[in-house]
């Protein structure tokens, strides 16, 4: 950070604080300007010295969204995270029906989850005990269509039954592969199988998350 802080910057400063800490999201400039009872212009000069500062960082140059910065220069707090939908239940093990619906949501951290739309599904079974993935995890995944040989995927069986397997594509059928020994693949009919998504991630708790 470069030199102290004027008293029109911190006023900035903690405006933007108590809007992204109440809605988890940063105000355009017009409306902090309006709050804030000064010009457009005003918002956008003061707005430029915090970032010469490194206390704050816009998306682009142009950028709408603000971020407000920590000390290691990343983007602080609430911001750092996404919302991610929980949907319905899917299996590892002995498949059950798929439920499109929220269940709940979980928070997982956008520098690392960067792609849009995910969605997460609650896995029951020990299938997948051999990739990580445990009865009660929540798998994250990025919407997909596709798939290919040896991904782990979210899919629909038959329409209805959901489950998460490492995928396979052979000449006549698909084959859908636990990651534990006591079970069997399973091998499918090309008009049997709709890809979800791609399980990219897996979330333990409240605080234990995994890459895949």
Avoid at 15 to 20: A, D, E, K, T
Avoid at 51 to 57: F, H
Wanted: proline share 4%; with cysteine.
């Amino acid at each position: 950070m470069q030199g102290e802080i004027t008293s029109k910057q911190q006023q900035l400063l903690d405006y933007l604080q108590s809007r992204i800490n109440a809605s988890g999201t940063s105000p355009s400039l017009r409306q902090a300007a309006a709050d804030l009872g000064v010009s457009h212009t005003a918002v956008a000069q003061t707005l430029a010295r915090l970032e010469e500062k490194g206390l704050v960082r816009r998306e682009g140059r142009y950028g709408r969204r603000i971020h407000l910065l920590n000390r290691a220069g990343q983007p602080a707090g609430i911001q750092r995270f996404c919302e991610v939908p929980v949907i319905g239940r899917i299996t590892a093990g002995l498949p059950m029906y798929a439920q499109q619906e929220w269940e709940e949501s979980i928070l997982v951290d956008a520098s690392v989850y960067k792609d849009v739309n995910l969605f997460a599904l609650r896995v029951k079974g020990d299938s997948m005990t051999g990739a990580g993935i445990v009865h009660g995890d929540l798998a994250v995944c990025r919407p997909r269509q596709y798939a290919v040989d040896g991904e782990i995927v979210a899919a629909l069986i038959s329409g209805e039954e959901a489950t998460v397997k490492r995928f396979f594509i052979r000449s006549d059928h698909i084959l859908l592969k636990p990651e534990n020994p006591d079970y069997e693949p399973m091998r499918c009919g090309f008009d049997e199988v709709l890809v979800q998504g791609k399980v990219i991630g897996i979330q333990r708790g409240p605080e234990v998350m995994q890459r895949l």
